[in-house]
């Protein structure tokens, strides 16, 4: 996606939008959820991937330490494969667009739809002592990011459903209302790996944010410490390696391995058949291990690489801008403001 005037390619193929949040580092679960799904969407669609960096100010930061796991990420995002010779990475905090749209749609979102989403419930619980109005209007930025680019799919993880659902439902209202202007987007949500679970407790969502190291992995670990973690990873009772209700322990580490490998459920349980849950959990840390050998080399090479980093984002970020400044004088037009051009 190199060009976006009129005749290129961005207006022809569909167009596939998805962002990450730069707190901690990439984990297996935006890898297995979402991540490794943009990298292989590349070659089919026009993608726009994004640093969510205004996304993460909902939560307080420590500036110096955000700025370092801002670029991390972007160094991380190249490293599992993101090419800016075929799709736009940069910082959404590049592009005033997003936040220039969330406005106009601020006004056509209800509050009691924004208080309903589950995310806002559980991190207002989460940070009670800090429940900004960015915490609420969060999932409606997500809607901007998305509307902006008339997006045709968003490749995300189950937990994002809701907010792609709202997302929807804000552009339905507004094509109802002004006229056609936003394309209603899909969610595209991967059949295994839509929700990697924590390894210490499989009935929760593996999460960047998680206090316990042990709990998640992520891409730029090095293989001793991620076999170490799988070795530790909770297992339920019994020794029978099946996916089932009952043993979620289990079941997480089938998904991670079939998700890892590319193989199904069924087949990771027939390979495993008979196996002790130890020579199990190593060879599953072991496939994690190899899968994100080459992207933790990657990664050091691309952040020691500063000025190609700012490159890429600068250049992209001016693409996304122009690109996305069309989507917004339309909206502008439509509600009404004046424009001189
Ligand atoms: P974030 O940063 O929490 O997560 C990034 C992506 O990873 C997916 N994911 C998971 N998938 C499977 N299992 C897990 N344990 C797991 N944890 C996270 C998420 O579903 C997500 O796809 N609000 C978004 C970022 C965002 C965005 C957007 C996404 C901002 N604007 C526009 C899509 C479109 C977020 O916080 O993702």
Known sequence: ???????????????????IQPTGTITLGNYLGAVSNWGKMQQDYDCIFFIADLHALTVRREPAEFRQACLGFFAQLLACGIDPAKSLLYFQSHVPEHAELQWILNCNT????????TQYKDKSAKHADNINMGLMDYPVLMAADILLFRS??????????????LTRDIAVRFNNRYGDTFTVPEPYIPRTGEKICSLQDPTAKMSKSDPDANATVSVIEDEATIVRKFKRAVTDSGNEIVA?????????????????????VAEAEKEFAGSGY?????????AVAAAFAPIRADYARYLADKAYMAEVAKDCAQKASAFGRRTLDKVKRKVGLVSFK
């Not at 994002?160 to 659902?165: F, W």
């Open 1 to 19: 996606m190199a060009e976006t005037t009129d005749k290129t390619p961005i207006e022809r193929k569909k167009i596939v939008l998805s962002g």
């Open 110 to 117: 209800y509050v009691g739809e924004a208080s309903r989403m």
């Open 152 to 165: 045709d799919l968003v490749p995300v993880g189950i937990d994002q459903k809701q907010h792609l659902e």
């Open 244 to 264: 089932r209700a009952d043993k979620p322990g289990i079941t997480n580490l089938l998904t991670i391995y079939a998700a890892i490998t590319g193989k199904t």
């Open 278 to 286: 130890g020579t199990f959990k190593v060879a599953v840390g072991e």
